[in-house]
Every structure is written in C-alpha cells, then in structure tokens.
C-alpha cells in the first residue's frame, strides 16, 4: 500500500525538459506496474506511459513516444519519468499510478490502478 507523491513540475519553455519523480518512501516499487498520467481541464485522464513490475514491459503513448522515457532509482522507492522535447501540448497536471500487475502494462485500465499521487503540474509555455 504505497504512498505515491509526484515532484518535480514546473513552467519549462518549448523544447526543454524536466525529470518528474514518483515517490514511496520506505516501498519497494519494483512490485508494482507504475502508471504515468495527465489531466487537463475538461478532458479524461490520459495514460501517457507504464512501466510493468520489474521492468517487465514498458509502454508510451503515441503522444510522447520518443520524448519521454521511464525509468527506476536504483533505491526502488522511486520511479522517474524522464521528458523531453516538451510542446506546448504537454501542459497538464501529471500523475503517478501504482497496481498490483504481472502482466503487460499497456493491458491494464485506469481503475486498475489502486494506488495514486496527488499530482504535480508541468506547464510549458514561452
């Protein structure tokens, strides 16, 4: 039952990039599928990337696919999604999921995902 907090937000300008973090002190999150997700006003969350647990599989959105990346501290308790190439598109509060999963991340739907962050906004703008 890990407490997800996101940090790691803020306003970047077009092409920039920024590292978000996703953290659960003193959890093991290599157990656990760890979703990345953004909201923006008016429009459902959106599933951008997923990692499975233990680094099975991994999965990014169309949308980011070549800009962002995901990847695990070595001290587990954190899980990290790594953006670049920023649009302005991208603006929108982001999340971190967690769920108990052992098959292929892209497989499993939002309400699957037990565990969440509060969130943290990324705003790219000139």
């Known amino acids: 039952q890990p407490h997800l907090v996101e940090s790691g937000g803020g306003l970047v300008q077009p092409g920039g990039s920024l590292r978000l973090s996703c953290a659960a002190a003193g959890e093991n999150l290599d157990y656990y599928a760890i979703g990345w997700f953004r909201q923006v006003p008016g429009k459902e969350r959106e599933r951008i990337a997923c990692?499975?647990?233990?680094?099975?599989?991994?999965h990014f959105d169309r949308s980011v696919k070549g800009r962002f990346t995901i990847f695990r501290d070595p001290d587990k308790s954190t899980v990290y999604l790594r953006m670049s190439g920023l649009k302005t598109e991208d603006t929108a509060n982001y999340y971190c999921a967690a769920a108990r999963f052992q098959d292929l991340c892209v497989t499993l739907r939002p309400d699957e995902y037990v565990y969440w962050g509060q969130g943290t906004q990324v705003t790219v703008s000139s």
């Open positions: 990692v499975s647990e233990n680094d099975r599989s991994m």
